[in-house]
């Protein structure tokens, strides 16, 4: 068993209310898709050009950061510290596709708002649908234990977005009936 957090036990056990294999959470896979701040182990110390090179967490310093540390993504876009582009030459100009999907099978917890705008934003459309997505309502099985695994929305939260541990208001976001945002 790996050694992890009492936080990270509490979050996966008491708060997340997911159904799991014969009613065990898989604490390992699912918490490795956190982000942590080790450094990757992708860079060649041994290269000449290693001293010059700026590493990864160097070259984040200057964005902002959200309430757990981790870079903010969506406020260093709209703050203009970031720009991304739609194809490698920089010629090229997103398209932002901006429609709101409402996802309501979220049992107790407030309805999920799925902003297009957001994404499309930094990615084309393809690099969702079909692969990830089937673009059909009621069509994607989405659930916590699946995000946790690093499907559907896990593909990036979890991994180069802000994680889902923690961060349940970023996308359950819209109460209903008797639910209530209680963060």
Known sequence: MPNLSPSAIFVAICFLEIPFNNGLFPLAQALTLTPTSDPPAIYDATS???????????????????????????????????????????????????????????????????????????????????????????????DMTKIFLGQYCGVCHGKVAFTAIFSCERCHSIPHGYTRAWW
């Open 48 to 142: 000449p050009a290693d001293p010059v090179l700026e590493k990864a967490n160097e070259a984040l310093t200057m964005l902002p950061v959200d309430k757990k540390g981790a870079v903010d993504w969506m406020k260093a876009l709209n703050s203009g510290a970031i720009t991304p582009r739609a194809d490698l030459m920089g010629a090229g100009k997103m398209e932002i596709f901006d429609a709101d999907i409402i996802m309501k099978n979220t049992k107790k917890m407030p309805y999920v708002k799925f902003p297009h705008s957001s994404h499309t934003r930094w990615l084309t459309c393809v690099n969702c649908h079909d692969e990830i997505f089937t673009p059909k309502a009621g069509a994607n099985p989405v």
